[in-house]
């Protein structure tokens, strides 16, 4: 009797094992207590098409070139153009662009805010006009529709968008007096819903260039629509 | 009496190890995608690498995102050559807009690989957690076993392509 128990239990410790173990190969992720980000270097670090270097486009420190494009009203606008600049909010933005559009009015009341301070919005439109939703005229009608009371520039030729190193709508670029790129990113930390940001990036850089300090962070990243080049 | 209750518990756990697979393959035959789970990083980030020697692919994507969707049917395509190769899709849509858009769209485009919805504020956070040579820009695309893995910002144009980078990342 009691080596029949015996016997019962190790066979049932021993089906509890293989099921734990079904279980364990199963199991997607990381053994508990592990570093959960990436794998860090090693035989077989991952590898990456393209980089954020290949991708190219300015650094901090870089000087950003300055343009002369068409606005929607009709008139060129170059940021040398822009009377007392004590720096530059350069938004590569777009007409479609769900993340674009979440971010208009908080542009629109960037650009109330900071203009009069010195910083003003500029807006470029890098994607291909071939798409017609993306063209002159729909950035005419959107900049009317939503009031927009600062420049939305189209990149003729789509020149510039790849000089900054602009990659996804909405993209900031915020330049001091001298042009030079002080920060590169996204504009605060929840795109979703203004109401409940807890980290205004772009606000604390700008904030910072007043008081004569580097922006920290001076870099971010959010998801955004992909920049279409033309024929793509 | 004890005999009994170890035998029955005993019967239950084979039955459970015998069945599952019987089990799975009626899971794996229900229509897909009826019902898409929203997670935040933390919830998703255990997706994203395995124990196992099989390959996965992880493409991160979006309906607005056009190159995103020009690229889906190569990964569908792929899957259905490659059974064995587990496919997930990570929407970054709205959650609002399972219902009346992104399950019909599922449906259009014939899209049977799993979809999840990354619905997680903080992007500047998790985009490094994911990779730090990630710029945001959708789509983005990791491929990776338990020991190999590649990433890729970038839309496949072609399935050829795609089996390319696939082939590269795990042999």
Redesign the interface.
Known sequence: MKK??LL??A??LL??V??SN?Y??E?????KGDR????SGGA?S???????EE?GGYKIGDVATDFSLKNVDGKMVSLSSIKNAKGYIVVFTCN???FAKMYEDRLIALHKAYAKKGYSVIAINPNSPENEAEGYAAMQKRAKEKGFTFPYLVDEGQKIYPQYGA??TPHVFLLDKERKVQYI??ID?????AK?VKVK?LEDAINALQKGEKPNPNF?????????PIG? | MKIKLYLTVLLSTFNGLFYSPNISAQVAAEPVNQDIRVYNFDELEPLLYTNSSKTYIVNFWAMWCGPCIMEMPYFQEYVNQHPEVELLFVSLDFPKDIEKKLKPFLKKKGITAKVVLLDDADANHWIDEIDPNWSGALPFTIIFNNTNRTYHERSFESLEELEIEIHKTIN
């Open positions: 029949l128990n019962l239990t066979l049932l089906g509890a293989l099921v079904t364990a190969q199991r997607k992720g990381p053994p959960k980000g990436p794998p077989h991952p590898e990456q098409t393209k980089t954020l991708i479609e662009c769900p990659v996804r990113g996204t930390d929840n795109a979703k819903s409940d990036f971010t990243k959010a998801i955004g629509c992909p920049v279409k793509k």
